[in-house]
């Protein structure tokens, strides 16, 4: 009888063994089919980038040829004196395609994760309050909109114009997905996300976030739509609502900014959609943007520009917008086509406005070789699609100067006189709390012919510089500031401005503070107390070695 208990109880012990094994074998097969999935998923969506950032390029010098002639044409009317209602109809419907066309164009790159990011120092917080009037218009009077701040909320780095379309466009999701009406809450949040959940998300690094959900109370999703919602083109709205590239512009913006994003979703019940971005860990507060001077710029001076492009029709079209703004154009083809032309001249130019993909040699290639000859060359480049030439990582390299294709006539002369102006306004800011050394610096700049604004707070400083669009030879600040460090200040001013000569007045530590700074060719530091003598030599060092610069930009 004992045989036989022990003989049962072994093969209850078999059995459990055989059923342990087995729940670790589907264990494992369901992990490797997972991570399987997402290699796949991951490789579809890499090689759709691929195809769309390749796309975008042709397509965007198309679109910036058709809306840029459409453009030529209102402005040819309107000089003529013509008013007919009809043609004007007509030219406005078409310019409204082509810019639907840009915007679609543009939101593929951002899916390719291909569109050039400017990011600078965020408050999320902000950003989102500030689009609360945007949302509420946008949305209807059937949804209501919550939006839930987070005190103590960290900052991010990212590119504002990008999140806020991010936002809006999941904004404009939700609302579709409530036809009825219902709730959309924006919450922001700070994470910190562990490397259980990195392990799980294997794209994914662990660290501390910033979290911006948008959470509705529609229709919600089946998991067959979830497992395809970032896909371009793919959607679930009935032809003619969508063009099925908000997500996709999501997805792309979101994880070339670092970041994670995930949707979490059931039928019936609602979706929302996690935002992840990286924390900024830096001092200083960020200040809310300028609104931007958007008044047509004509050229004083007749400056000569080089235009080089390598599309026919898109260096017709940007070079009469040149000349009709009143500059003295060159214009080459590609880059050899360029230099031959500058050694056949024999004379400097003002600026190189230069397509970036060229075949044979690229545009920053051929800036590189004219600043060998001229070092002081501005440089502006255009281009639907940058490949690595101008960024790295996604974003603008230092100094970088471009439009991205399709520009405006608008934006092209504001642009050109952004850049042309720099270093030739004859003022210089002066920051300083103490009204005395305000007035005696602006003094000793009077007698070189410059003319002096003031400011007495870092918060005052900024805005002075945004309102200005940064039109300032240099800016004198002093270290201490009664509201911010100026050396914080004179960061926030090197991220608004990559070429704004700043000399920094520091009553102690000059040697230290010069050494800080000793990789930016536009900031020096000059001990207090100083004369005016000491001041113009300073500020003139300063000039030259800023217009110089580095010939390897």
Same mark, same amino acid.
């Given at each position: ?31 490797? &089919?997972?991570? &399987? ?48 209602? %009809? ?5 406005? !419907? ?95 949040? !700070? ?58 512009? $999501? ?68 070079? +009469?917008?040149? %000349? ?18 500058? +050694? ?24 590189? &070789? ?16 940058? %490949? ?9 390299? +230092? ?28 003022? $210089? ?36 510089? %945004? ?8 800016? $004198? ?33 000059? &040697? ?35 217009? $110089? ?5």
């Amino acid at each position: 009888m004992w045989d036989a208990v022990e003989r049962a109880n072994a093969v209850d012990d078999l059995r459990a063994l055989n059923a342990d094994l087995e729940r670790r074998i589907a264990a494992a097969v369901a992990e490797r &089919e997972k991570a &399987e999935e997402a290699l796949r998923q991951s490789q579809k969506m890499e090689a759709v980038g691929q195809l769309t950032g390749g796309i975008a390029h042709d397509f965007n010098n198309l679109l910036t040829i058709v809306t840029g002639n459409i453009d030529m044409a209102s402005r040819a009317l309107e000089a003529a004196g013509v008013n007919d209602p %009809r043609a004007r109809r007509a030219l406005d !419907n078409a310019m409204k395609g082509g810019e639907r066309a840009a915007a679609l164009t543009h939101r593929l790159l951002a899916f390719s994760r291909r569109q050039p990011l400017a990011p600078k120092p965020t408050d999320a917080d902000r950003l989102v309050a500030g689009m609360s009037d945007l949302l509420g218009r946008s949305l209807g009077e059937t949804v209501s909109l919550e939006i839930v701040t987070s005190p103590g909320l960290w900052r991010i780095e990212a590119d504002q114009n990008q999140l806020e379309n991010a936002i809006l466009n999941l904004a404009l999701n939700a609302r579709d997905a409530m036809p009825q009406g219902g709730t959309l809450t924006i919450e922001t949040a !700070n994470a910190r996300l562990g490397d259980e959940y990195s392990a799980q998300h294997a794209e994914v690094a662990p660290g501390q976030y910033v979290v911006i959900a948008v959470t509705d109370t529609g229709e919600g999703m089946t998991r067959e739509t979830l497992a395809r919602v970032f896909e371009p083109f793919f959607t679930t709205k009935e032809v003619g609502r969508g063009t099925g590239l908000g997500l996709s512009q $999501v997805y792309g913006f979101t994880k070339q900014s670092g970041g994670h994003v995930k949707i979490y979703s059931e039928e019936n019940q609602g979706t929302t959609v996690k935002i992840y971005l990286p924390r900024l860990v830096s001092d200083g507060e960020v200040e809310p943007a300028a609104e931007q001077v958007t008044d047509l710029e004509t050229s004083p001076r007749r400056e000569t520009i080089l235009a080089v492009e390598d599309d026919d029709d898109v260096r017709a079209y940007t070079v +009469e917008c040149l %000349r009709e703004l009143g500059y003295r154009v060159l214009e080459a083809h590609d880059g050899p086509s360029a230099l031959a032309l500058m +050694e056949r001249q024999g004379t400097s130019v003002d600026l190189l406005f230069t397509d970036v993909v060229m075949p044979g040699m690229s545009g920053r290639e051929l800036a590189d &070789e004219l600043r060998r000859r001229q070092p002081d060359l501005r440089v502006l480049y255009t281009s639907g699609y940058t %490949r690595n030439a101008i960024t790295h990582g996604g974003r603008l390299d +230092e100094g970088v100067e471009m439009i991205a294709k399709p520009f405006t006539y608008q934006a092209l002369a504001m642009k050109l006189r952004d850049m042309l102006e720099a270093g030739r306004t004859k003022r $210089v800011l002066v920051v300083d709390h103490d009204p005395m050394v305000r007035a005696l610096v602006a003094e000793s700049l009077a007698g070189v012919d410059y003319t002096a604004d003031e400011a007495a707070t870092a918060a005052e400083a900024l805005m002075t510089v %945004r309102a200005a669009q940064g039109r300032f030879d240099a800016v $004198v600040l002093d270290l201490a500031l009664p509201d911010k460090p100026g050396d914080l200040v004179a960061a926030e001013l090197r991220a608004l401005h990559a070429d704004l000569p700043i000399l920094i007045a520091a009553d102690a530590g000059a &040697e230290a503070l010069a050494a800080r700074f000793a990789e930016d060719r536009c900031i020096a530091v000059i001990a207090k107390p100083y004369t005016g003598g000491l001041l113009k030599e300073a500020l003139a060092d300063l000039g030259m070695r800023c217009a $110089v610069g580095d010939t390897g930009q």
